[in-house]
């Protein structure tokens, strides 16, 4: 259950922004309070199919490090938001993590755009994204 208190709540989001994520997008008004606090984005403004990604999004943000792995093991079940919070985060260590997806046309262009985001890169096919991966890996 996610805090009533306020201070509490601020605390929470800041520490845990990963149980804070779990509780906004499984409808806490709480949770989506703190992360209003947290990151400025109104959960209850935005429609409830586009709330999941936008918590992400917002989350993002933050730039906690719990977030990557967060967001990578997040990949499967929501590409989407995951690959658009994984370019807001900017670590190349998502790399890797991406470019399967370009092979998805649900997601392939979420997928080069954040690819292209994370590394200033100005690719547009797989095979070109695997050799400059092969390339930069060992610098990051």
Avoid at 15 to 34: K, Q
Wanted: proline share 6%.
């Amino acid at each position: 259950r996610f805090p009533n208190d306020l201070d509490a709540r601020r605390a929470l989001a800041v520490v845990d922004p990963l149980r804070l994520l779990d509780a906004a997008i499984a409808g806490s008004a709480a949770a989506a309070e703190a992360l209003v606090i947290v990151t400025g984005t109104e959960l209850q403004r935005i429609a409830p199919s586009r709330r999941s990604a936008a918590a992400v999004t917002a989350l993002a943000r933050l730039h906690c490090p719990d977030l990557f792995d967060y967001f990578v093991s997040m990949l499967p079940r929501a590409a989407e938001p995951s690959i658009r919070a994984l370019a807001l985060l900017g670590s190349q260590k998502a790399v890797p993590q991406l470019i399967p997806y370009l092979s998805d046309p649900r997601v392939d262009s979420v997928a080069l755009g954040a690819l292209r985001q994370i590394t200033g890169a100005n690719l547009t096919r797989r095979a070109d994204w695997e050799r400059w991966w092969a390339v930069h890996k060992k610098t990051t």
